[in-house]
């Protein structure tokens, strides 16, 4: 719906775009396509390696190949529920528990801890993308309009949050009452994986934005590496709304219209976009299915879900 949306707002013709769109995907270079995908699965590898850096220094001795299925297995949860990683979690946290006895609470500080430190260089590239959307604000009329749709959407999820603001409290309560018990229990354990864990988590983002450099020479374009920076905080940013599962149509109509406003044309942007989600939702996603499937996750899941 926003696919449309976007298109609709920038007058263009649905059936003829899609026809061109379709044309420009069949001169896409498979072998950087087969690139951008290794480079991925290899992402994949990197979480998993350092998830294992911050359970070995809560004290279990495990190997990145033992986690790598658990990493993968919760992709297609994530895919299928609303807000980025939201569903996969709680199926980590059992997961591990179930196959190599990790704790609920260990397994969830494990986690946050990973997020809060790959806050670190989430946000230095938003500061930078952020850097470089300014000059593209000069006009200020277009710049309130798009400033406009973005309010629309956070006044949707503060009408969300309201509506179900009970049940967020009382999460929120639970959540930070063991995440701040179990830190002051974990500290000393965890301040020696810090390193790792940041550059494990820098480099999973510089691998992201490779896979993205490959994704657009598949289609012969020459992207800068600022645009593709852009393309990535986005791709965080809008697939961490919470309105459909694992982003799909928010990322990819946010997406297309963003490379639409800094000047990209809406063709290439789409085609971008297409590519991109197939690796990281279809393709994905069947993989990650399979590991659910081998790996018994799926039977973890259901039990979840009853829960």
Request: proline share 3%; aromatic share 14%.
């Amino acid at each position: 719906m926003i696919l449309l949306l976007s298109f609709l707002h920038y007058r263009v013709d649905i059936y003829s775009s899609t026809v061109s769109l379709f044309s420009y995907l069949k001169t896409v270079h498979m072998t950087d396509m087969v690139i951008a995908l290794g480079l991925y699965i290899l992402s994949v590898y990197i979480f998993a390696l350092r998830w294992k850096t911050v359970l070995n220094s809560l004290g279990y001795k495990l190997k990145a190949r033992s986690l790598f299925p658990i990493i993968f297995g919760a992709i297609p949860i994530n895919n299928l529920t609303p807000a980025n990683r939201a569903g996969g979690e709680p199926l980590r946290m059992l997961w591990v528990k179930k196959d190599y006895g990790v704790t609920y609470p260990d397994s969830l500080v494990s986690i946050l801890f990973e997020r809060a430190v790959e806050a670190i260089p989430v946000g230095l590239m938003a500061i930078y993308v952020f850097y470089l959307i300014l000059p593209f604000c000069q006009n200020i009329f277009k710049w309130a309009i798009n400033l406009g749709y973005l309010t629309l959407v956070f006044v949707a999820l503060i009408f969300l949050v309201y509506l179900f603001r009970d049940y967020i409290i009382r999460l929120s309560r639970s959540l930070l009452s063991q995440f701040v018990t179990s830190l002051k229990k974990y500290s000393e354990k965890l301040s020696g994986a810090f390193l790792s864990t940041l550059f494990f988590s820098s480099a999973v983002w510089v691998l992201d934005v490779m896979r993205l450099k490959f994704i657009t020479m598949a289609l012969g374009l020459h992207v800068s590496v600022s645009v593709l920076l852009l393309i990535s905080v986005l791709y965080l940013l809008l697939g961490s709304i919470p309105l459909t599962p694992g982003g799909l149509g928010i990322v990819e109509g946010g997406l297309v219209a963003a490379l639409g406003f800094f000047g990209m044309p809406m063709i290439t942007a789409s085609a971008i976009v297409v590519l991109e989600r197939t690796i990281s939702y279809v393709i994905a996603s069947a993989i990650g299915s399979f590991y659910l499937i081998r790996f018994g996750g799926l039977t973890f899941w259901k039990s979840i879900r009853s829960q």
